[in-house]
């Protein structure tokens, strides 16, 4: 599920037990600015693997889109590629991919020649030599220009190398239920505040959150640290070493601790199990910070103008964003801040040893120069926002949620939260731990003191 594609890095790092550091290796070699040479003589399999299945045909999985998408595009890029290359996708568990990949690699196993795999990894998938660095090849293509520099920087790794290529954006927004807040949805914590005490006394809430431990933590990488990133903090200090103890992020989870102890929370954002989006789904919270993608998931919608959207699938969103219901907006910033958010970017990996690189290179290459075929992998596996800037431009973006969201993105500050971490799994269990027990568990403990704990004991192991 694409809305656990975000915590598939730290799932699949906390089961890992994996001791040696393989250094990355460079890609193959190929002048720059061209095509590596196309295989000779026979058709060669171009192996894939995605976390899609073009044979599953059920119109009820959760991945039908992707699915779809492949089932739609492998025999368009056999056709381009006839007498070249033959697409062969070997669809994987998202939640087993990474560990399965890194255990090929260091076997010297079989390997796709190009994995599909989300920015979040890639501290990992670097750390266990996994990827190639792509950056010199990359560099030399005439997309690698229009680039948005928000998504190659989620796709750089600790030594400055390109470990994947960005396809599609997966920022952090805020989808908001437009009759909650009549007077537009509130850009301080003062004013977010005030709105909240109004719609208490209404029996509804501002806000819902995942505020719960479930995942292994992996809620801090969403409204926590939006609002962490909106209050001026940050968790690294560039050099590895975690950094949760500074007065920005004290102020951030004083912020929570208030809204959470006035009330202004639903019981249900500590659940677990994504049912804090139930709270939005019902309108009884008036918003919802979480990824770009999690349209897809966020159904049926009773609005509080009384529309029902109940298609059950990602339409419902859309339809009530078309019409006026919802709209997306930047979370709330403290003074002198920017409102900031995460962001991951959905693309594609080259393995150390894959088989047919110049395959990859070709598939790349097809996606990133044929606008057509870009946004169809952006609007469907990709289900975010454009990484090429040119792309965003076309007629398939101009919706109003598309709309939105680029005007989001240009009042925001996004990055990815673990920034120079190299155990974000561990990093994002232990602080998301001592967030909850500030904010809910016990609201009488001193919040500096918590964060100093957990930054010692982080960094004790770096």
């Known amino acids: 599920m694409k809305r656990l594609w975000t915590l598939m890095s730290m799932l699949v790092l906390a089961s890992l037990v994996l001791s040696a550091c393989v250094a990355p290796a460079a890609a193959p070699a190929a002048p720059a600015g061209e095509e590596a040479a196309a295989p000779s003589g026979e058709v060669k399999d171009f192996i894939t693997w995605y976390q899609y299945d073009e044979n599953n045909e059920d119109p009820a999985s959760d991945e039908r889109v992707g699915n779809e998408y492949l089932r739609d595009t492998i025999p368009v890029f056999n056709e381009a590629f006839a007498g070249k290359w033959n697409w062969v996708n070997q669809p994987k568990a998202w939640d087993k991919m990474v560990a399965e990949l890194i255990a090929a690699v260091q076997a010297g196993g079989d390997m796709p020649d190009l994995v599909e795999m989300g920015s979040g990894s890639v501290v990992m998938y670097y750390n266990n030599g996994t990827l190639q660095d792509l950056k010199a090849w990359a560099s030399a293509q005439p997309w690698y220009a229009d680039m948005d520099e928000a998504a190659l920087n989620s796709c750089i790794g600790p030594d400055g190398g390109l470990y994947c290529i960005p396809i599609a954006e997966r920022p952090h927004l805020v989808y908001v239920w437009k009759d909650r807040f009549p007077n537009g949805y509130p850009t301080t914590p003062e004013e977010f505040l005030a709105e909240g005490e109004r719609l208490k006394a209404e029996g509804l809430y501002p806000i819902t959150f ?153 598939y790349l290459n097809w996606l990133m120069t044929d606008a057509a075929q870009n946004a169809d992998w952006v609007l469907r596996p990709g289900a975010g926002f454009p990484a090429l800037k040119s792309i965003r431009a076309s007629e398939a973006f101009q919706t109003p949620f598309y709309a939105q969201a680029g005007e989001v993105l240009e009042q925001s500050s996004c990055r990815p939260w673990q920034g120079s971490l190299e155990r974000p799994a561990e990093a994002a269990q232990l602080a998301m731990a001592a967030v909850y027990k500030l904010i809910k568990e016990d609201p009488t403990l001193d919040i500096a003191a918590e964060l100093q704990g957990v930054q010692d004991e982080y960094n004790a192991a770096n």
């Open 210 to 362: 995942f505020g719960s431990t479930d995942f292994n933590g992996s809620g801090f990488s969403r409204a926590i640290w939006t609002t962490i990133s909106s209050f001026g903090g940050k968790i690294d200090d560039g050099q590895g070493n975690m950094t949760l103890n500074t007065p920005e992020n004290v102020a951030a989870i004083q912020f929570l601790r208030d809204m959470v102890q006035a009330g202004y929370v639903p019981e249900i954002a500590f659940a677990g199990g994504f049912q804090e989006e139930n709270a939005f789904k019902d309108a009884s919270a008036g918003s919802f910070p979480t990824g770009l993608f999690g349209y897809r998931y966020i159904n049926p919608l009773s609005a509080p103008s009384g529309a029902e959207y109940a298609k059950g699938n990602e339409e419902d969103m859309l339809d009530a964003i078309a019409a006026g219901d919802v709209y997306l907006s930047p979370f709330i910033a403290a003074e002198g801040q920017v409102p900031g958010c995460g962001i991951e970017s959905a693309g594609f990996g080259i393995p150390v040893g894959a088989k047919n690189p110049e395959a990859a290179y070709d």
